[in-house]
């Protein structure tokens, strides 16, 4: 899908609303990630300052506010919130878009002021509200609201998020943008402000290396939660999943050297996502 506000492209690693979907949800998936991926564009893309950057997700959030209030959008931004009305109408969770928006801005004062994450837990934090609100409002929208599902989704959506930014990093780094743990750092004998880039090759694999390991046994960790989903939809569940198994495993495949090369799925890798994920898929049912 393509943002008519920040005129980006975007490739992804997972499939959005597609066939796999029940038609009758494909249009609140497009409504959500055509928000969730315009507030991240206005947080990341283009030459704005922080200032402006700021500004503009307040703009996002006003108009977010008025919508679910059932007003009308007043901002430059309406045409991102006002697909939402009718989900946000029959119940859509408003507090889960509004997280989103908390992290984006985040992102926007972390870069500006060139901050690090301490900690797996300070960055996961982060993950909560950029990413697993995804995957509550999709389990949301196929009425799944157990406990175990909701935590497996939040697994998921997490690993999806450290996912693109491993993937990333040799994009991330040159714009100042750093989620590397500043504990992992220390791990390698690394001090916090280190540029992943400018490392010793050895020690810079090496951390990526620790890196994926938790990306992937965080995204395993999640599987459970193509079982709590029915129909179809537990198919995509199982295709995301693989495409950021994927990632890593192409990383792995690449000696680690994620900070200097990015990783980019292509055909042959969908053929065997896709046959990765008829595996997984025919597994669950015997969890």
């Known amino acids: 899908m393509r943002s008519n506000q920040t005129g980006v492209d975007h490739y992804e690693n997972f499939p959005v609303a597609s066939w796999l979907c029940p038609a009758s949800l494909r249009a609140p998936i497009r409504a959500i990630y055509y928000f969730a991926r315009a507030a991240d564009d206005v947080a990341d893309e283009g030459d704005d300052r922080a200032d402006q950057r700021l500004a503009k997700l307040a703009q996002l959030q006003d108009d977010l506010q008025r919508v679910a209030a059932g007003e009308k959008a007043t901002t430059p931004y309406a045409e991102v919130v006002e697909p939402l009305r009718p989900y946000l109408a029959a119940g859509l969770p408003k507090g889960l878009l509004e997280d989103l928006l908390s992290a984006f801005m985040q992102d926007v004062t972390y870069t500006a002021q060139n901050q690090r994450y301490q900690n797996w837990p300070d960055l996961l934090d982060y993950c909560q509200r950029s990413a697993n609100p ?34 990333d990093l040799s994009q991330d780094i040159p714009r100042g943008r750093f989620y ?76 680690f050297d994620a900070a200097h090369k990015r990783v980019k799925l292509n055909a042959l890798d969908g053929v065997e996502v896709v046959c990765r994920a008829l595996i997984l898929k025919c597994l669950s049912w015997f969890r």
């Open 134 to 167: 995804i995957g509550r409002l999709l389990l949301h929208l196929y009425d799944v609201n157990k406990p175990p599902a909701l935590i497996a989704s939040d697994a998921v959506c997490s690993a999806l998020q450290l996912i693109n930014f491993w993937q």
């Open 180 to 255: 590397i743990p500043v504990s992992v750092l220390a791990q390698h004998g690394l001090p916090p402000q280190t540029q992943l880039d400018r490392v010793p090759p050895d020690i810079g694999k090496a951390v990526v290396r620790t890196l994926v390991d938790h990306a992937r046994t965080l995204m395993q960790a999640g599987i459970p939660v193509v079982k709590a989903v029915k129909g179809r939809g537990c198919w995509e569940l199982a295709v995301v999943i693989e495409g950021g198994l994927q990632v890593l495993r192409k990383i792995d495949r690449r000696g």
